[in-house]
């Protein structure tokens, strides 16, 4: 089990750049794919980047070429860096580690894009 901490949420102008962070309690070296998703109310959690233990990295059709996800195994963090913030970015990020036995989530951290 790892247990998961995200921050850096907050408010941002459109427009506007913002880096989350996610930083577990335990080495991420071996965990197969970090993941950050988000969630606004009435929709289900939507899967927005991830990296793999191999450095492979998939994105969401709605945040690529905006968004950017990186690793930092000497650190055990997860980065999500979004920039060109759109007000339909307002959501809870979370941050996802799979292990291939079990998923482990924190406890998400808020970003709201607005003028």
């Known amino acids: 089990q790892v247990q998961l901490v995200e921050s850096g949420g907050g408010l941002v102008q459109p427009g506007g750049s913002l880096r989350i962070s996610c930083a577990a309690s335990?080495?991420?070296?071996?965990?197969?794919?970090m993941g950050w998703y988000r969630q606004t109310p009435g929709k289900q959690r939507e899967l927005i980047a991830a990296?793999?233990?191999?450095?492979?990295?998939n994105y969401a059709d709605s945040v690529k070429g905006r968004f950017t996800i990186s690793r930092d195994t000497a650190k055990n963090t997860v980065d999500l860096q979004m920039n060109s913030l759109k007000p339909e970015d307002t959501a809870v990020y979370y941050c996802?580690?799979?292990?291939?036995?079990?998923?482990?989530w924190g406890q998400g951290t808020q970003v709201i894009v607005s003028s």
């Open positions: 996802k580690a799979d292990d291939g036995r079990r998923d482990d």
């Open positions: 335990r080495s991420i070296s071996r965990i197969l794919v």
């Open positions: 990296v793999t233990s191999g450095g492979r990295r």
